[in-house]
């Protein structure tokens, strides 16, 4: 199914001191942005209420400068230091006394907007988090122009074993930081006194289970995770399911997910040559928009 437009709004919360965060780097984002949605707990439907900070993931093109020359951003606010550009972070929460320090919670913004030639690279390996974007239902895309739209519809062109292995790697990180191991720490600490274990960290194991296998099946991952598997993470989340029981549960879903990477059914790689005439097309089409309105 075709994905369709959003006419939603580009702008983003202004610079910051910090390397992904200059004025330009901004800028550059909201002009060449072609898809912005919301990421992280709002749409797995996990968030509990109260709880949750909101996280959004864009992508953006870039000018002809930035690709077939060497023109670079300035390292922050007000920094002499120059440094490609391939992302432009935000968090909200910096904007209160602490700055870079502080923790986000309930009610901050998120926000990262990857150039698409970075975002391609992870999603062409796999990346849990970024391909996320290409499966948001349309009531969490904040903007999507022709070009976001064209990529997302072609969201199973990402599918692989690759994209098998790199749930795995995830899923493991989440349940060795579940269980405090070796050269892992939690943040969260109240959760660990609570609880016993770091819940969050058991929820985002079990969800990558869900979704890795899910996506390697099927070429989709459905948002918000389906019922009855987003009232068990909901449930893990809250600290209401015991270790034992959890750990089990992430073991299965591993099992599940080790399978599917290594069955000949999913694609070894993905589709790449699609990949790279879809980011060929994009900037070129972008450049010439450019020369006839440079405003755009």
């Keep these: ?20 965060a200059s ?26 209420d109260g709880q949750d900070d909101r996280d959004e993931m864009g992508v953006c093109l870039e000018p002809a400068a930035f690709v077939t020359g060497l023109a670079r951003v ?16 935000r968090h909200t ?12 919670g309930a009610g901050d913004l998120d926000v990262i907007v990857y150039t698409a030639r970075k975002w391609a690279r992870l999603a062409l390996d796999g990346n849990p988090t970024v391909l996320l974007v290409l499966f948001v239902p349309e009531e969490e895309v ?62 985002h194991a079990l969800r990558l289970g869900y979704q890795g296998v899910e996506l390697l099946t099927t070429g989709r991952i459905t948002l918000p995770v389906p019922e009855p598997q987003r009232e068990r ?10 270790l034992g029981e959890v ?26 040559a699609w990949v790279d005439f879809w980011l060929h097309e994009a900037h070129l089409g972008y450049w010439a928009r450019r020369a006839l309105d440079p405003s755009r």
């Design 233 to 242: 993470l909901r449930s893990i989340r809250r600290g209401e399911v015991p």
């Design 142 to 203: 904040v903007f999507r122009d022709p070009v976001g739209a064209e990529l997302v519809t072609n969201g199973h062109r990402f599918v692989s074993r690759l994209a098998g292995m790199r749930f795995l790697g995830y899923l493991r990180a989440q349940q060795k930081a579940m269980l405090g191991l070796s050269g892992t720490h939690t943040n969260r600490p109240e959760l660990v006194a609570r609880h016993g274990y770091d819940t969050k960290f058991a929820m």
């Design 23 to 48: 004025e330009e780097a901004r800028a550059l984002a909201e002009r060449g942005l072609v898809l912005r949605v919301q990421v992280g707990s709002g749409v797995h439907g996990t968030a509990i």
């Design 1 to 20: 199914m075709t994905a369709a437009i959003v006419e939603g709004p580009r702008a983003l919360p202004a610079g910051f001191d910090h390397p992904h």
């Design 247 to 272: 750990v089990e549960e992430i073991r299965d879903a591993e099992s599940r997910l080790v399978a599917l990477s290594e069955s000949r059914a999913v694609p070894p790689q993905p589709d790449r």
């Design 74 to 89: 300035p390292s922050g606010v007000n920094r002499d230091r120059m440094i490609p550009f391939e992302q432009y972070e």
């Design 93 to 104: 929460a910096w904007d209160r006394s602490g700055g870079l320090a502080n923790r986000s």
